[in-house]
DNA sequence: AGCGGGAATTGATGGCGATCAAGGCGCAAT
DNA sequence: ATTGCGCCTTGATCGCCATCAATTCCCGCT
């Protein structure tokens, strides 16, 4: 399988597995296994037991949990390169704290806890970089809980446009949408219908211009102001 | 002074520092220092420059945010025995992403940034320690997004009374609200007006009977089940 | 080209919770 | 005891956003 070769340069260029020899990589590569997977597949459910974490090949995957009502509320969107899953590797009893479902077909990485937890223990650079992966994702947290409890829809939905944009990105820019807008409303906490409204009400305000998935900011800098 | 004893006691017995040895905590101890505060008084601004974590001895402590408009979201409230600001450790520029402000008179230990790495690269059980407080810690983001995001105030409320009783609780249970309405409203993401109400209307169904800060939850099951 | 079905849009309505405002209560200081 | 000052409560109103409902759009399929 010609994966494999693709496999081993994509961990040697990942963060959580950079720091480790070769060795390492291969040990644990042969710890671990690819699966394909397609849109709507379920890989796992909240409360499952976690013997991998995951790593997206390629693809589209979709965390989320549902209300018991049965809306969802998406916590995360793995894009291809990235990583999920990590945090069950330091649970006394790991379990998957969310559902995990494919949103567009794509082949992932199961990486074996065990092996995994056993390199850590060998390499501190590799512990560090776990470290530093987790605080990146619990400032991401402080910042949605921020948005979800203190701004409303309008700012959520052009915060979330203006992160799809370059930090550098200024005047006008093009952005897409990774995902359905369905999608984007789930992970925004918002209907459908109120994404569509809101991204309604920016174009007639001549803020942004939509067509399709593609979104035209027509100026970042307004659109920051436009925030506050 | 001595609180030295009994700061020595006291990390001994905490999950971040149980793993080191008798010499490296006394290290630890020579490059951190107690500091008093006073309710009200900031601790540190969101942004400032982190070169210490803190470990709270006494008191309580408020994390939070800030909308533009000034409105307060507590990110969390810091209670005596748990330490605070660690995610800035690992951090490529350390700095502070909330506000820290005292809410009762307090002391607390600032832990050296640099001393604790230090310590880590000795020590992989404290590796492990710090990957599992995080591990929780991402845990309880994911529960208060979803929260937020799925549930509404109501459920918020009821959802962090119950939280204030032990795990085992049954029945009949007695609760005390760790702070002042206003706090733990900030705390929840809703006005004060909006706790007083709900508190109220919980009251009427004989749910539960407040007095003061004192709540009794008249049946822990029931309320329970009445989320759902 | 025509069909079918899910996605997206648009409109009408209603409810939850914020906001504004006023009054009551507890408590410390004089 | 009285004043003053926050905190908490209660009431009235308003606005945002969810909900329900009806098209329309888009795209794959035959």
């Known amino acids: 399988m010609q994966i494999d070769g693709v496999l081993a340069r994509e961990l040697r260029r990942h963060y959580l597995f950079c720091a ?103 390499s501190f650079a590799t512990c560090q970089a776990v470290m530093a992966q987790m605080t990146a994702r619990i400032q991401g947290h402080w910042d949605e809980i921020e948005t979800l409890a203190l701004q409303n829809s309008r700012y959520r939905i052009v915060h979330y446009l203006l992160g799809l944009a370059p930090a550098t990105a200024q005047g006008r820019t093009a952005v897409t949408l990774p995902a359905r807008k369905m999608v984007i409303a789930a992970h925004l906490a918002v209907t459908p219908e109120t994404l569509s409204r809101t991204l309604r009400a920016l174009s007639d305000e001549h803020l942004i211009e939509v067509t399709g998935e593609d979104v035209m900011i027509a100026d970042v800098e307004a659109l920051r102001r436009h925030m506050h």
């Open 20 to 122: 480790l020899s070769d060795e390492q990589r291969e040990r644990l590569l042969a710890a671990s296994r690819t699966r394909r997977f397609v849109a709507g597949e379920v890989l796992f459910r909240r409360g499952d037991a976690a013997r991998h974490f995951f790593l997206l090949h390629n693809g589209c995957v979709k965390l989320y949990r549902l209300s018991p009502e049965g809306s969802e509320k998406i916590m995360r969107l793995i894009r291809a390169g990235q990583t999920f899953a990590e945090s069950t590797l330091f649970m006394e009893v790991p379990t998957f704290p969310v559902h995990g479902e494919g949103v567009e077909d794509g082949e992932l990485v199961e990486v074996d806890r065990d092996a995994f937890l056993g390199l850590l223990r060998e």
